[in-house]
């Protein structure tokens, strides 16, 4: 059974960091993309960020591009997002996901397994 735990969410002021992790247990990652999703209540999941099974080009939305960064430790299975220079729209929870494939979609159906998610609340 694949199981993926996130951790390190909470509730920061505006401008601060948080570093949230993902260990996955059940299946090696090695072989395939990571991904951290975000979702507010009442719209859709999206992509944050992703990076390829060797942690090489990352992909990042416009919105967070610059201030969050994905990283993945394929020995520990498991995948990091550094988020600096929060903002209250970050306010979301924030899932991570293993892909069906070897390279970042932004597609939420090209992902297999999820988290239960982790809340990060940003205040003003």
């Known amino acids: 059974q694949v199981q993926l735990v996130e951790s390190g969410g909470g509730l920061v002021q505006a401008g601060d960091s948080l570093r949230l992790s993902c260990v996955v247990s059940?299946?090696?990652?090695?072989?395939?993309?990571m991904a951290w999703f975000r979702q507010v209540p009442g719209k859709e999941r999206t992509i944050v960020a992703g990076v390829s099974w060797n942690g090489s080009n990352p992909y990042y939305s416009d919105s967070i591009r610059g201030r969050f960064s994905i990283s993945r430790d394929n020995a520990k299975n498991t995948v990091y997002l550094q988020m600096n220079s929060l903002k209250p729209e970050d306010t979301a929870v924030y899932y991570c996901?293993?892909?069906?494939?070897?390279?970042?979609?932004?597609?939420?159906?090209?992902?297999?397994?999820w988290g239960q998610g982790t809340q990060v609340t940003v205040s003003s």
């Open positions: 996901a293993v892909g069906s494939s070897s390279y970042p979609s932004v597609r939420v159906a090209r992902y297999n397994y």
């Open positions: 059940g299946r090696s990652i090695g072989a395939y993309a």
